[in-house]
């Protein structure tokens, strides 16, 4: 059964870094994508990156700067790094299989704020 | 970036109605490769998104066939033939044609 779940800090403080873990399950992250996807409450979705089944990564040039996609394939792992957060950057953190995006986590929300 | 524009923002619907999601793109999403790259989801309240239409109009994993999808280019259209109470929610078009993928502002079903 294919699972994805996010975990993270709820609450980050602003110009600090977010760090947030996308654990995987009933897939190898060696034969699929992982893509980030952010939303704002209540608005649309934005696409982040792209973690490929190659270990190769895409960014969103609006985050390029400051976003970072790594992984651990042994522990089926998919981990988001973005820096000098700001109050904006508050929302539900989504990490999603293949391409297109088919199964997704459940998300996880976070606050910037002081 | 692509820009995604869905029309109407808001859908009112009786059960059993048939509607309509129009998508219009800022640019072709036709590749070199002959590839339209153009998704459909459905995100209900309090759930993540679910992939509904692949590639225009390809149904998704389980997708009851009440829904479909078409268009070529820059217009594409999501049609529901009968709307049921489990299709209210959000719904998103996506495009991958372009780098970044972008989404489309979304069109919230709701009774009427």
């Known amino acids: 059964q294919v699972q994805l779940k996010e975990s993270g800090p709820g609450l980050v403080q602003p110009s600090q870094t977010l760090s947030l873990t996308c654990t995987v399950s009933?897939?190898?992250?060696?034969?699929?994508?992982v893509h980030w996807v952010r939303q704002h409450s209540g608005k649309s979705l934005e696409w982040m990156g792209r973690?490929?089944?190659?270990?190769?990564?895409s960014y969103n040039s609006a985050f390029t700067s400051r976003l970072s996609i790594s992984r651990d394939t042994s522990k089926s792992q998919v981990f988001l790094k973005m820096n000098s957060l700001q109050t904006e950057d508050t929302g539900t953190y989504y990490c999603?299989?293949?391409?297109?995006?088919?199964?997704w986590g459940q998300g996880v929300m976070v606050t910037v704020s002081s | 970036d692509v820009v995604l524009t869905q029309t109407p923002s808001t859908l009112s619907a009786t059960i059993g109605q048939s509607v309509s999601i129009s998508c219009r793109s800022s640019?072709?999403?036709?590749?070199?490769?002959?590839?339209?790259?153009l998704y459909w989801y459905l995100q209900r309240p309090g759930q993540s998104p679910q992939l509904l239409i692949y590639l225009v109009s390809n149904l998704g994993s389980g997708v009851p066939n009440r829904f479909s999808g078409s268009g070529s280019g820059t217009d594409f259209t999501l049609k529901i033939s009968g709307v049921e109470a489990e299709d209210l929610g959000v719904y998103y078009c996506m495009q991958a044609t372009h780098a970044p993928y972008t989404f489309g502002a979304g069109t919230k079903l709701e009774l009427k």
């Open positions: 009933g897939f190898s992250l060696t034969s699929y994508s």
């Open positions: 973690m490929w089944s190659d270990g190769d990564t």
């Open positions: 640019q072709s999403l036709l590749d070199s490769a002959g590839n339209t790259y």
């Open positions: 999603a299989r293949n391409h297109p995006p088919d199964y």
